[in-house]
């Protein structure tokens, strides 16, 4: 994982899945991910606390690069910067 100031991170597109539950926060962040040029970085809000596990897996299944998460006001922030 990058050392990379996450909070300084300018995603290109912001998904707000908090509402959803597995495997919502993932699909939202497939369908995004393909929005976004290569090299773009989108950011997946989620409160459900599988996503933090999920996405990095899928991430690296699929060829991006997850750069980390943060904790926002009851919820994840998940940063995964498209790569292909």
């Not at 926060?25 to 459900?48: H, N, R």
């Not at 599988?50 to 994840?76: C, I, Q």
Request: aromatic share 6%.
């Amino acid at each position: 994982m990058s050392s990379i100031d996450l909070s300084a991170v300018q995603a290109a597109k912001v998904v707000d899945a908090r509402g959803s539950a597995c495997p919502g926060p993932l699909l939202e962040a497939k369908k995004a991910i393909g929005s976004v040029s290569v090299g773009q970085t989108i950011e997946v809000w989620s409160g459900d606390a599988s996503t933090k596990n999920d996405l990095p897996k899928w991430a690296a299944k699929v060829g991006h690069e997850f750069l980390g998460s943060l904790a926002g006001e009851g919820y994840d922030r998940i940063f995964i910067t498209r790569r292909k």
